[in-house]
């Protein structure tokens, strides 16, 4: 259990960082899991690791070998299409008028 519990909670932090609008850290040693599963979409030879992963029968670590191929997507410059909905702001003022 624990490799999927400090997978989820490196994944939490970064998109929690991400959510309130900073850019991907490519400062950090490992990119999280979330983050290499979306560079799929633009390198495939990363694609055959997310099935394991997914599934989970394979540990987190199975993404390691393919996570310098997803860390080359980022330092691209690509970036994930962010879902469609509010912005951080907008979504601050739902939930202020819902609990007004």
């Known amino acids: 259990m624990r490799p999927w ?3 989820h909670a ?3 932090d970064a998109l929690r960082r991400r959510w ?3 850019d991907i850290d490519l400062s950090q040693p490992r990119l999280p899991s979330d983050l290499v599963m979306e560079a799929s979409r633009v390198d495939e ?13 394979a540990l987190p670590a199975v993404l390691d070998a393919v ?13 994930p299409v962010l879902a469609a909905g509010p912005n951080r702001r907008e979504l601050a003022g739902i ?3 819902a609990a007004a």
Do not use: F, H, K
Not at 45 to 57: C, H
Not at 67 to 79: K, T
């Open 20 to 22: 309130g609008g900073e």
């Open 10 to 12: 490196i994944m939490d």
């Open 95 to 97: 939930v202020d008028a």
């Open 45 to 57: 030879r990363i694609r055959p690791a997310i099935g394991p992963y997914v599934a989970m029968t």
């Open 5 to 7: 519990v400090q997978d």
């Open 67 to 79: 996570e310098p191929l997803a860390r080359v997507v980022y330092e691209s410059g690509w970036r």
